[in-house]
């Protein structure tokens, strides 16, 4: 990939593997054109970087990021970092176990659950721009992370936190 951008930010796919040479503490990144927002801005590139950790950038990142891609870009393309829009799926659940089938008291059942949920939160389809969320997946996840499970009600909800602005 680094070969094929060719030392040149030029479209998205160079963005991210430039940036992902530079920053390697990235964990998934988005890069689009200002001309894809509803009141469109030309001449700027917006790119979202998700951290490895935490939910975004902090702001000496995103000026490492900006001064480090100034000798790749071209023409006088504006770069923008923004933060994630991060939307949290939480479960609420109620799990029935058959304890005569296990020798896990109902914190081991528990924490199996959690285990396989956390597994499944971290895959390449839920954690990465544009993931999506099963829930047929979800609800199959739990009665699978233990044989003593006989079924379980679940539903999920979203989350998205707003910072408080003054």
């Given at each position: 990939?680094?070969?094929?951008?060719?030392?040149?930010?030029?479209?998205?796919?160079?963005?991210?593997?430039?940036?992902?040479?530079?920053?390697?503490?990235?964990?998934?990144?988005?890069?689009?054109?200002?001309?894809?927002?509803p009141?469109?801005?030309?001449?700027r590139?917006?790119?979202?970087?998700?951290?490895?950790?935490g939910?975004?950038?902090?702001?000496?990142s995103k000026?490492?990021?900006?001064?480090?891609?100034?000798?790749?870009?071209?023409?006088?393309?504006?770069?923008?970092?923004?933060?994630?829009?991060?939307?949290y799926?939480?479960?609420?659940s109620?799990v029935?176990?058959?304890?005569?089938?296990?020798?896990?008291?109902?914190?081991?059942?528990?924490?199996?659950?959690?285990?396989?949920?956390?597994?499944?939160s971290?895959?390449?389809?839920?954690?990465?721009?544009?993931?999506?969320?099963?829930?047929?997946?979800?609800?199959?996840?739990?009665?699978?992370?233990?044989?003593?499970?006989?079924?379980?009600s679940?539903?999920?909800?979203?989350?998205r936190?707003?910072?408080?602005?003054?």
């Amino acid at each position: 990939k680094f070969y094929a951008s060719q030392n040149r930010c030029v479209i998205s796919d160079d963005y991210e593997t430039i940036i992902r040479k530079i920053y390697p503490g990235v964990d998934d990144i988005y890069v689009y054109g200002g001309e894809q927002l509803p009141i469109a801005e030309y001449g700027r590139v917006y790119v979202v970087v998700k951290p490895t950790t935490g939910d975004k950038l902090s702001n000496i990142s995103k000026t490492y990021i900006k001064n480090s891609l100034e000798p790749f870009r071209v023409a006088s393309l504006d770069i923008i970092l923004t933060d994630p829009q991060v939307v949290y799926v939480e479960t609420v659940s109620t799990v029935f176990y058959d304890e005569k089938s296990t020798n896990k008291d109902p914190a081991g059942v528990t924490a199996a659950v959690i285990d396989t949920l956390t597994k499944y939160s971290e895959g390449s389809t839920v954690s990465k721009f544009g993931g999506t969320v099963r829930y047929s997946r979800v609800v199959g996840s739990i009665d699978d992370s233990d044989q003593s499970i006989t079924r379980n009600s679940t539903y999920l909800r979203m989350r998205r936190n707003m910072p408080i602005v003054e």
